[in-house]
């Protein structure tokens, strides 16, 4: 990485990203030893204007930023990181520096395979998930077909609660058989996405 830190007198724009939700979190500054020290301790380090030194984000309250990726921009006088916060990023205590809340629950469809993918590697005792994984193919396929009906008998004559419910397991199976089969809920996502017109 070659970035360029003549532009800002030694300093360079550090965008900090959620690696989960996506949200941007804050902006903040890096001179190369602060990079240097981030890669270090995998823990992002600003040089800080205001107080004139390095500053490792949560070095006070706590709150680290845990690095996860780093990228550079096209013009190499930029950086993202992508990191997974420890508590609130703001020293307001909000979330972001934006006063947005850090979430987007359609993503954690994506933490939820994540989960089932390191529950289908480590196949921990005791876990349903792993139950499923040893019972294989046919008992997936199965579970995602009683899901189903279960879904639609809840969505004909059910609850409103019941539907959820139920829709909600039929999810969880359909991810576990696309886990199974090697593939990702983005998969879905694509296909989808290769059909709207």
Same mark, same amino acid.
């Given at each position: 990485?070659?970035?360029?830190?003549?532009?800002?007198?030694?300093?360079?724009?550090?965008?900090? !990203?959620?690696?989960?939700?996506?949200?941007?979190?804050?902006?903040?500054?890096?001179?190369?030893?602060?990079?240097?020290?981030?890669?270090?301790?995998?823990?992002?380090?600003?040089?800080?204007?205001?107080?004139?030194?390095?500053?490792?984000?949560?070095?006070?309250? /706590?709150?680290?930023?845990?690095?996860?990726?780093?990228?550079?921009?096209?013009?190499?006088?930029?950086? #993202?990181?992508?990191?997974?916060?420890? @508590?609130?990023?703001?020293?307001? @205590?909000?979330?972001?520096?934006?006063?947005?809340?850090?979430?987007?629950?359609?993503?954690?469809?994506?933490? #939820? !395979?994540?989960?089932?993918?390191?529950?289908?590697?480590?196949?921990?005792? @005791?876990?349903?998930?792993?139950?499923?994984?040893?019972? @294989?193919?046919?008992?997936?396929? !199965?579970?995602?077909?009683?899901?189903?009906?279960?879904?639609?008998?809840?969505?004909?004559?059910?609850?409103?609660? /019941?539907?959820?419910?139920?829709?909600?397991?039929?999810?969880?199976?359909?991810?576990?058989? #696309?886990?199974?089969? /090697?593939?990702?809920?983005?998969? #879905?996502?694509?296909?989808?996405?290769?059909?709207?017109?």
């Amino acid at each position: 990485m070659e970035l360029d830190f003549s532009k800002l007198g030694g300093l360079i724009p550090v965008i900090i !990203q959620d690696n989960v939700t996506n949200k941007v979190l804050m902006l903040g500054f890096m001179d190369e030893t602060a990079l240097a020290k981030t890669k270090e301790l995998n823990r992002v380090t600003f040089y800080s204007r205001s107080k004139n030194r390095l500053w490792t984000k949560g070095e006070e309250s /706590g709150n680290f930023l845990n690095v996860v990726s780093i990228t550079e921009d096209c013009d190499k006088d930029t950086l #993202l990181i992508k990191v997974s916060p420890e @508590g609130p990023v703001c020293h307001t @205590g909000t979330d972001t520096c934006f006063n947005e809340k850090n979430e987007e629950d359609i993503l954690f469809l994506k933490y #939820l !395979q994540d989960f089932i993918e390191r529950r289908r590697k480590e196949m921990p005792e @005791g876990s349903y998930t792993t139950s499923l994984f040893n019972k @294989g193919i046919n008992r997936i396929s !199965q579970k995602v077909g009683e899901e189903a009906v279960e879904t639609v008998i809840e969505a004909t004559n059910g609850t409103e609660e /019941g539907f959820l419910y139920e829709a909600s397991d039929l999810l969880y199976h359909l991810t576990v058989l #696309l886990t199974y089969k /090697g593939y990702r809920i983005e998969d #879905l996502a694509r296909e989808l996405k290769k059909r709207h017109k």
